[in-house]
Every structure is written in structure tokens, then in C-alpha cells.
């Protein structure tokens, strides 16, 4: 009977979980509401302003000191009898891998518009990818008290653009700088607050009485529409009472069928509340949400119960003064304090030595975490960004957490030879915490170079490198691997290698003929009679690949070569293979200074999608860049697709110009497609 008692209580507890994300637009006012949400659930006792820099989920310098989110930031608090674990995410495109790590392990997410911009290129990126996900989002329509701002304009924005159906629960009381309140359609209420913030509740204004009804029974219409049940009520009765209403709104907010929209002002401190409210009543519990399934394996899963084998997924990991903090979503069984987990990837065994509830940089200890939550720990020290951790005797791999393809990249050294391995170091700390981020040293410039999602993103990696790590890093645009192109051979090229230096001689006399090829290099021998054994042909075939390492004009591999060996002289006692690989070498860079070659240099296939109305200044863009448009289509919702070869070159810089042709709603791929003549050098 205990049992029974203790499984209903842990059961409620989960229930009354929310594991939200605020998702939008750069400064639609993201961390502003959250900021808020924390200073009425308690959790914290003063207003935290970004302008001030004084807010909680934005505790890095850089955060501050360029008033953006850039990491993901994870809070809790509570409301209602109700926990709320936030994740506050960025809302910069250069910064998306953090948005799609967190929305892997988010059961619901609040997106944020700006009442006068309406759905803006980033929102409707972050809209996507929640999408894709499966997260159920309600919508908040902020900064109502900005001039300009119309809620029936956002929501027709909200149509057109993302194409659900918003239902709009609210009604905004006043306009503009005379906005203080809402009318809350479902219960038909008046909310209003004072410039405190104060809430306070009453009837509807008689001047909004009509409106109010004819918005609620737009309202209801338009969920009768859509739920089966609330259609034959409504037949019924000819309205909708507010439990149904609410029920329904709860049903459409999971299936995605239509999203809630509410409004308000959170720098104003107004519709915080109601956005709470409805977070809790439409937006699921981990219990509503779908049990973890292992990858690969729709049979495989595990619901979100306290007694079933422990899985756990790592979304992020911060080394922190504390130590390295992996952050997990636990999507069943129990983690405590001092237990053995299992990395389902790699098969090695962690030890849990504490487990936080996290503030942002703030932590507070706990002894165990539940099926449903979202905490950090301390004590493993391999696990990734990824990783499943799980009971060893029950293990599971759940599917990781895509990271998307860097597109611009960039030479980084030490400005001090002494701090070289200070910065490799603190480079492959930062592409560990942060998995969009790749590290490589290019085998033929020897340049360490940092991959990223766009310029900003890889100018706040080097930053943070240069704070935390203490070592100054000079950032430059990387050398383009370059290669030399054979177009104009040489026959019947004669070179002679002799060497006597007291002890046995060196001797080789070879005859080349040099011709262009393909794009590799082919070697063949045309020697008869035996006058160059087979084992001295390989020498040679050996040493011509030795001299291609570095061509005439530059030093860069040389492709498109074709070498036949069609004579050469042999000595009794001074021959031998060293000999014949030296003369090859040797003799194969003099003939390609007597041949004509030219540079060539790499050419990459680009993919954009961009909005129609931005499809002439991306073309002009990319001819200006040498690029060669392969061919342009109509896709989808008015975005145009446009195929081109570009140099490699020309493409440094051109995420953010694409970005800011197409007011940030600009994407491209790219992908090798070869090599091409260089101009002015061949």
C-alpha cells in the first residue's frame, strides 16, 4: 500500500513538471520575460533589465556587454503548485545549435513576437526547428506598449508566416503607451496592472462588452472547428464553458493543430501572469509527453517513470569554477547522489559525485533528480554533448541532438609562440562545450583553423578563449588550399643523378616523358631490354609522387600529371633504388619548371534558399563573388533556391552579407565540387 501511495505522489509530482523553452527573434524580448517570470514566481526579489546588464540568464561578460543572448541558460522555479524549468535561448541565428540542443529535451516552449515586427526571419527559423521537434508552442505577443503595436496584425502575421491557426485567448486593453490590461477571453475577465505591476482582477469594461463577446464567440467557432468534442458541445449548447474551452485549447496546443496566443508588455510587467497560467493549463507534462525511444529502434522506450531503468540525455556541457557541468534531461527512472551510469555510446562507466538544480550560473545541491527533470551534475568527465546515460544494466542509446554544418571558417593562432598549446587546448575545451564548433589544422597550410555557424559565432569562441584561457589569439582569414595543373608537358626530358662521396655512389639515369592527365596522376614504364629493373621503376614511380608534393609555382600539390619512363641507364655498383626515387624527384620538378602549368583553386557548389522578393540582390551578390549560377526554382512558401559554383574563396564573409541581403531569412550549403583556373596567376 506504501508502495501504491509513494508512485501516486511521485506520479503527481511529475505531472505538475513543465520543461519550457522561450524561443524568438533577436530583442523580441526573450530574456525579459523570463526575467519577469522569475521575479513573480520569487525566485528572485529585484527586476533584472538587459539594457542594464543586471539580468540572471544572461551571466557571461559577453552577454552583457553586447546585450544578446548567446547561450542557452537554464532556470527553475515554481508557480501554481507547479515546477517550471525555463531554458532561455538565443536568439541569433549564428547561435541556432543552441536552440536545437535545447529543444531536444524541452516538453513545450513559449515563442515571444514583437507586437510591431510581428513573426520576424528568426522566429520563423526557431518555429521550424520546434517543428520539427515536436514541441508544442503557445505564443506571447510582447511589447503591446510600443507605438505601432497590433495584435490582430501579429496574429495575421503568425498565419501567413508560420500557418497555424492562432487562437487568440486575449484581448488587450488599451493601446500603446495607454496599454494596461487584457481581457481574458476564457474565463471573461479584465486583468489590468498599475505601473507597480500590480495585478488586479475585475469585470469586463462596459465599452468592451461587445467586443469581448464577439471575440469569445469567434473563439469558440474556431475551436469547434477543430476538436470533435467541442464541436458536438457546442452543437449542443450553441457556446463553449470555459472547462471545455480550456480542455480543448490544451488538446490542440499538443497536437500542434493551433496555437494559443496571449499579449502583454514584460518590460511593462504586464501579462506575465496569464502567460504562466496558460503555460501550466495548455502546455504538456513530461507524463503527456512521448516515452525516449532508442535510435534506430521505434520498439525500444522508456516512459517518464521514476521506476524504470535509468536514461538520461546530455544536451550541454560549461566547464564551471564548481567543475564540468553536464546538463541532463532525465526521461525515466531516478539519478542519485553517488550512482554508477553507463555511457551508452562509448560503454564506459561515470560516477555522479552531485547533482545541481541549476540557475543559470547559480546552483543548488540535490540528492536525486526524477524521471521529467532537467538538472546538472558533477562528475563525469568524458561525456559529450549527446551522450546517453543510463543504467548499466539496462542500457539504452537515444538518439543525439543534431549539430548543423559550420559555414565559415578561420585561421586562429597564438599571438605568442609560447602560448601555441595553451590555445590548442583551450580551442578543443570550447568545440567540447559547444559541438557547432570545429577544430582542424589544414594538412597542407599547417594553419589551426575554427569552424562556425557564422562570423558571430566564432568571433564570441575566440573571445571567450582569450577570457577564460588568458592567451591572445590573432584570428585571420585562412590560406585556400591551392593546386597546380599541368597544361602543356614536356618529352624525352633527360636527367642524370650522380653522386660520389667516398663510400658507395648513387647512379641513375632516367628519360621522362610528361604529359597531362586526368586529375590525378598515372605512372607507367616503357622500358625494354631490362635496362631499368622492375624494383627501379617502382623507385621511380615513387619519387615522381614525391616531387608532386610541391609544384614550381607555389609550392602547392600539382594534379592532372601523367608520367612514362621510357629510357634510362643503370650502373653495377652505384644503381639502386634510392638512386633512381632521388633522380625521379629530382628530375620530375625540372621538368615541370620547363613545362606550363597553372593555379588552380577550389571551387564549392552552394545551395540558397532566400525569399523572392531578395532573389535579385543574391544573385548580383554571388556574380560579384565569380560565382557561376548554375540554375534558380520556386519552392515552397515563396523562397526561391538558387545552385551556383562559387570559388572557395569568395565564400569567407558570406554568411553574414547573405544574412543581412535577406533580413537574416537567407540559408546556404556548400559542398566541394573541384578545382577552377585561378585568375591573374597560371
Known amino acids: 500500500m506504501r508502495t501504491d501511495t509513494t508512485t501516486r505522489t511521485t506520479t503527481t509530482a511529475i505531472a505538475a513538471v513543465r520543461n519550457l523553452g522561450i524561443l524568438a527573434h533577436v530583442d523580441a524580448g526573450k530574456t525579459t520575460v523570463t526575467e519577469r517570470i522569475l521575479y513573480l514566481t520569487g525566485t528572485t526579489h529585484k527586476r533584472g533589465e538587459v539594457h542594464n546588464g543586471t539580468t540572471v540568464t544572461d551571466f557571461d561578460p559577453q552577454e552583457r556587454d553586447r546585450g544578446i543572448t548567446i547561450f542557452a541558460a537554464a532556470v527553475s522555479c515554481a508557480w501554481a503548485g507547479h515546477r517550471i524549468n525555463l531554458i532561455d535561448t538565443p536568439g541569433h541565428v549564428d547561435f541556432a545549435d543552441e536552440v536545437e540542443r535545447s529543444l531536444r529535451v524541452l516538453d513545450g516552449a513559449v515563442a515571444v513576437f514583437d507586437a510591431v515586427a ?121 457556446a463553449l464553458d470555459a472547462t471545455t474551452l480550456t480542455a480543448a485549447l490544451r488538446h490542440l496546443t499538443r497536437t500542434g493543430e493551433a496555437v494559443v496566443v496571449l499579449c502583454g508588455s514584460a518590460y511593462r510587467n504586464r501579462g506575465i501572469e496569464p502567460l504562466l497560467d496558460a503555460a501550466v493549463a495548455y502546455l504538456p507534462s513530461p507524463l503527456d509527453a512521448p516515452p525516449a525511444r532508442a535510435a534506430g529502434e521505434q520498439q525500444r522506450q522508456r516512459a517518464a517513470d521514476p521506476q524504470q531503468p535509468l536514461t538520461a540525455l546530455a544536451f550541454k556541457v560549461t566547464a564551471a569554477p564548481t567543475g564540468r557541468l553536464t546538463y541532463l534531461r532525465l526521461y525515466a527512472g531516478t539519478l542519485r547522489k553517488g550512482d554508477t551510469v553507463l555511457d551508452a555510446a562509448t560503454g564506459r562507466t561515470e560516477r555522479i559525485a552531485r547533482i545541481l538544480r541549476v540557475m543559470a550560473d547559480r546552483h543548488t545541491e540535490t540528492d536525486h533528480a526524477l524521471a521529467g527533470d532537467i538538472v546538472a551534475v558533477i562528475g563525469p568527465k568524458s561525456a559529450r554533448v549527446g551522450a546517453t546515460l543510463c543504467d548499466p544494466d539496462h ?191 629530382l628530375g620530375l620538378r625540372e621538368a615541370l619548371r620547363s613545362a606550363r602549368l597553372q593555379l588552380l583553386e577550389p571551387l564549392a557548389e552552394v545551395s540558397v534558399t532566400v525569399p523572392e522578393d531578395a532573389l535579385g540582390a543574391v544573385l548580383g551578390d554571388l556574380a560579384a563573388r565569380r560565382g557561376q549560377v548554375q540554375g534558380t526554382a520556386l519552392g515552397r512558401d515563396g523562397a526561391a533556391q538558387v545552385s551556383a559554383l562559387v570559388p572557395l574563396a569568395e565564400l569567407f564573409g558570406y554568411a553574414g552579407r547573405l544574412r543581412g541581403r535577406t533580413q537574416g531569412r537567407g540559408t546556404f550549403t556548400t559542398r566541394p565540387a573541384g578545382y577552377t583556373p585561378a585568375p591573374s596567376l597560371g
Open 395 to 585: 542500457p539504452i542509446l537515444l538518439e543525439a541532438p543534431m549539430s548543423a554544418e559550420p559555414v565559415v571558417t578561420v585561421a586562429v593562432e597564438a599571438r605568442r609562440a609560447a602560448d601555441t598549446d595553451k590555445l590548442t587546448a583551450a580551442l578543443a575545451r570550447l568545440a567540447e562545450e559547444d559541438p557547432s564548433l570545429r577544430l582542424a589544422t589544414d594538412p597542407e597550410t599547417g594553419q589551426r583553423t575554427l569552424s562556425g555557424l557564422g562570423e558571430l559565432h566564432l568571433e564570441v569562441a575566440v573571445e571567450k578563449v582569450r577570457r577564460e584561457a588568458g592567451v591572445e589569439a590573432v584570428v585571420g582569414r585562412p590560406q585556400v588550399a591551392l593546386r597546380e595543373a599541368l597544361v602543356e608537358g614536356v618529352s624525352g626530358f633527360v636527367y642524370r643523378h650522380a653522386k660520389q662521396d667516398g663510400g658507395a655512389g648513387q647512379f641513375a639515369h632516367i628519360v621522362l616523358d610528361v604529359q597531362v592527365a586526368g586529375d590525378g596522376f598515372a605512372f607507367t614504364s616503357a622500358v625494354t631490354g631490362g635496362r631499368v629493373p622492375r624494383e627501379y621503376a617502382q623507385a621511380v614511380e615513387a619519387g615522381c609522387r614525391d616531387a608532386l608534393a610541391e609544384g614550381p609555382l607555389g609550392g602547392h600539390p600539382v594534379v592532372g600529371v601523367a608520367v612514362t619512363l621510357t629510357d634510362g641507364i643503370t650502373h653495377p655498383k652505384d644503381s639502386s633504388e634510392l638512386a633512381f626515387r632521388t633522380a625521379a624527384r
Open 118 to 238: 510581428g513573426v520576424e526571419p528568426q522566429s520563423e527559423s526557431v518555429w521550424r526547428q520546434a517543428e520539427r521537434h515536436g514541441v508544442p508552442r503557445i505564443a506571447f505577443v510582447n511589447k503591446l506598449d510600443r507605438a505601432g503595436a497590433d495584435l490582430d496584425t501579429a496574429l495575421t502575421s503568425i498565419r501567413e508566416r508560420l500557418h497555424p491557426r492562432p487562437l487568440a485567448v486575449q484581448l488587450p486593453l488599451g493601446t500603446e503607451e495607454s496599454f494596461t490590461g487584457v481581457i481574458d477571453l476564457v474565463h471573461l475577465r479584465a486583468l489590468t496592472w498599475d505601473g507597480d505591476g500590480t495585478l488586479t482582477e475585475g469585470p469586463v469594461p462596459d465599452h468592451l462588452t461587445a467586443e469581448t463577446t464577439a471575440r469569445r464567440r469567434a473563439l469558440e467557432e474556431a475551436v469547434a472547428e477543430l476538436h470533435p468534442e467541442a464541436l458536438e458541445e457546442f452543437c449542443t449548447h450553441g
